[in-house]
């Protein structure tokens, strides 16, 4: 399975952006993808996952609330949209996928398969 992630960039506080993460070779094997952010500072961070057959979401309980996930089946494309955008949430974005069932959809060490990282950089 192959992930291509996009939509990054610079956008001011308060602003908006959508990233989407495209996936392609054996996607009826996808059990679940799932959106992870990562800083210099901090360890990979889980903003949240949906399930690839029925579209269930999960979210952290602090990226409640502004991040939504969601897909498009015909495209065999994941979206991360992003609300109310904060200096805070500078950050590469990944998109990251896996066959296995989950428990944990946090737990980014539980991810087999990768997107190359989207940068979004929230400044004015």
């Known amino acids: 399975v192959q992930l291509q992630a996009s939509g990054g960039g610079l956008v001011q506080p308060g602003g908006s952006l959508r990233l989407s993460c495209a996936a392609s070779?054996?996607?009826?094997?996808?059990?679940?993808v799932a959106w992870f952010r990562q800083t210099p500072e901090k360890s990979r961070e889980c903003i949240g996952a949906?399930?690839?057959?029925?579209?269930?979401?999960y979210y952290a309980d602090s990226m409640k609330g502004r991040f939504t996930i969601s897909r498009d089946n015909a495209k065999n494309t994941i979206y991360l949209q992003m609300t109310s955008l904060k200096p805070e949430d500078t950050a590469v974005f990944y998109c990251?996928?896996?066959?296995?069932?989950?428990?944990?959809?946090?737990?980014?060490?539980?991810?087999?398969?990768w997107g190359q990282g989207t940068q979004v950089t929230v400044s004015s």
């Open positions: 949906i399930r690839w057959s029925t579209g269930r979401t």
């Open positions: 990251a996928a896996t066959a296995r069932v989950l428990y944990d959809f946090s737990d980014f060490t539980l991810y087999n398969y």
């Open positions: 070779g054996g996607t009826d094997s996808l059990y679940a």
